[in-house]
């Protein structure tokens, strides 16, 4: 009897330590991923930004980050929540989904024709269409945004825009064109660069 009972107790002192063990274990992985997460979200994406006025043109190069804070997927699994916050899951994404993004943007000299501010934040929503492997080759998307950017020359406060992209590599890389509906800042190109 005394023998059962020190096997026993060995055993749930055993099963306890190793439940103990994986939840720190988890925690860490959790605390790891999450932080992982945050410094490759510091990888700027590289883009052109058109400046210009009625007697002259130049094109600036800028710095942007692209942060989805929401994605509703078309395609999420039926036994999980097709809306996903921040970390956004590359194949539900690329794989048909409607998100909202921001934009912080800085370009690099000043915008000496049109006046507007080195600095500037767009934000707007976009489709993400699949277009090959359900996405995880190639896909596209297609959006409207607004760029909040101020100008010292006329007062105004920012700009509309069109955007279409393509994405390669489970969405982590890609093109983005804009053609912003202002007549000083026609367009921007930008290499698209997102780690999810």
Known sequence: MLKRVLVSTILV????????????NFTHRKTSKYLTWSLLQLIPSPTLVSDANNDNARVQFGLKWQIIPVNFSFRANKFVSPVQFFVINPVRRVAGSA???????????????????????????????????????????????????????????????????????????????????????????SIYLKYF
Request: glycine letters at 12%; zero cysteines.
């Open 13 to 24: 002192v055993l099963v306890i330590t190793n439940s103990s063990a994986q939840d720190t």
């Open 99 to 189: 998100e909202l993004f921001v934009q912080p943007e800085v370009v690099t000299s000043g915008f000496k024709y049109s006046g507007f501010n080195n600095f500037a934040v767009s934000t707007g929503g976009r489709f993400i269409i699949p277009i090959q492997e359900l996405g995880e080759n190639i896909s596209a998307s297609v959006g409207a945004k607004y760029t909040f950017r101020k100008n010292d020359l006329t007062g105004e406060d920012g700009y509309s825009g069109i955007e279409a992209g393509v994405y390669f590599f489970g969405g982590m890389m890609g093109f983005q064109f804009v053609k912003n509906l202002h007549e000083n800042n026609k367009f921007s190109v």
